[in-house]
């Protein structure tokens, strides 16, 4: 009878602990898959801060680029009076123009995308690198416009070399992955020369349509790249005319070394758009 009570006793027992191991071990899974859920959104947060080619907080001045493309393919410029601004600076960060550049964008309020070159960012060390951040952090949008700029490397006998075009602007994709955050990705891409100016593209469309990539080039300039240097005051004039009769203008300019008239055009650029009713948008 003694024997019985403890046998049931030990079985008590053995219940009990069993019971409290198994709400130790929920509880330590739940636990787990808490830390887990807590990780997952953080980087959902991470990635969510940088949509395509801008942070998430400047989607409100970002554009869509395959429609812009589009227009810049068929000419269609007009828009129904409904006007449309895209800054483009290209072959950037510099540490001598691309702070006066972002100076007078913050100053006037406007958005423009950089299409910047990685080994001009590399030529300008922290700085540059800094630069580029503060592009980002600012709304701007950044794009793809290779490594090396290069183009006997890219287009040898102003052919593309697909593989030596890829594996430049993928060298440049992870340069600023590394620099802004590896979440950072962008679509947009600029072909250094421009999309209109090389033989057997063909290629580089199929796989760009394939990735829902897009290349964007322009269809208005001031020319700070083209023949004689000019000042201030001629660089706005061109782009001014340049611009005239288009509802949509995606304007080429640069911010790379050299190009201190750009920075000062700038300004009278600016406001001959604000004057004329268009609005400020970024390529993403
Ligand atoms: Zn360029």
Redo the contacts with the bound molecule.
Sequence with gaps: MKNKKLIILILALIVLIGGTGKTISYMQEQKRIKIEQEKQAKIEAEKRKYMIGCSNDAKQFSYDAKEIGKRLDSYKYSNDGKKMVFLTF??GTSTTVTPQVLKTLKENDVHATF?V?GSNIEKGGEKAKDLLKQELAEGHAIAN?SYS?DYKTLYPNRTLDFNAFKADFDKNDKLLKDILGKYFSTRVI?C??GHMSWKGMDTLDTYLEKNNMVSIDWNSLNQDAEGPKKVASQLSDIAIKESKDKDIVVLLM?DTYGKEETAKALPQIIKYFKDNGYEFKTLR
């Design positions: 290209d072959d299409f070159t416009h700029h600029r250094p020369g640069h």
